[in-house]
């Protein structure tokens, strides 16, 4: 999914794209595309080299559970806006060795051979976009961490003796 910049217009060039998996140089193994991945922007050339895209990528994902382990889908839609520079700009000043980015360079991406590769970008804002803590359900259970069964399945006859022995001497004061 390569832009070429030599060909965007003045008034800019309109990016709506529907791209399947498989066509997406793919490799994770934390979460698996549900369908086709959306793309739908404009970018627009603002000064010299400088490019922006603006959009909305939305996509279904499969994701584990964080409590139950078990898969499931949920909605990516996350809108974007980002600058794009030519590689040859992403250099550090004279004499400053490290520094943190500003607000301003957090959203800044760089471009080479006058080309933007939008599968990278697409994959990019999905992985920024999926959840710390993904679960299945906000009243899910998970597993049991005595013998592992899924509590959302069936309940387990487990029981947990969580008393710290430290703690015993104070159970003759009750």
Not at 61 to 85: A, G, H, N, Q
């Amino acid at each position: 999914m390569l832009v070429d910049l030599q060909k965007v217009p003045a008034e800019g060039q309109v990016l709506d794209r529907a791209v399947s998996p498989s066509k997406l140089r793919f490799e994770a193994t934390e979460f698996s595309l549900a369908g086709n991945v959306v793309f739908e922007g404009r970018l627009v050339k603002i000064d010299g080299d400088a490019y922006r895209l603006r959009g909305r990528v939305h996509v279904g994902v499969v994701v584990p559970c964080s409590r139950c382990l078990e898969s499931f889908e949920t909605e990516i839609s996350e809108k974007l806006d980002l600058m794009y520079l030519p590689e040859s700009r992403n250099v550090a000043p004279e004499g400053e060795v490290d520094r943190g980015l500003g607000d301003d360079e957090i959203s800044v991406s760089f471009y080479r051979d006058h080309q933007i590769d939008l599968a990278h970008m697409v994959l990019e804002q999905i992985v920024l976009a999926l959840p710390m803590k993904p679960v299945c359900t906000e009243d899910c259970r998970g597993l049991c961490p005595e013998c592992g069964s899924n509590r959302n399945v069936e309940p387990c006859a487990c029981v947990r003796d969580d008393v710290d022995p430290r703690w015993d001497s104070l159970k003759s004061l009750l």
